[in-house]
């Protein structure tokens, strides 16, 4: 079996190929992307196991440009009260990701996808 990541998967067309390249890097074995949400300099990335935010040039960021969170560690998504930014905790820390006025309806359903599979609601 090969060890390279699934590519080329529908839910990953949003990506551009600089991030889909960031991703593929990060991707475990037989991890592959389930949702992808644009968000203002960077995308919001859902795997089977993790979430993870990507950073437009995140090859020129290599401690931030590629952040991810396992799902089953505590992580905490929402939209936040202004409704344009997804506000992400775990570890203590907090990341904000802003979102515009298009792209709110894909970030609202890529929060809602992440709390049901952390937390079994919508």
Known sequence: MS??????????HALSEAAREAIWAVLERAESVAFVAPAVG??????????????????FRPKTGVRSFELASGVAIRIGPARRRVIIESGGKTINVFVRSDQLAQAEAFVAEVRHRIYGEG
């Open 3 to 12: 060890s390279t990541p699934r590519r080329g998967r529908s839910a990953d």
């Open 42 to 59: 960077s995308s919001l990335v859902l795997t089977q196991h993790r979430l993870i935010v990507v950073r437009d040039g995140a090859s």
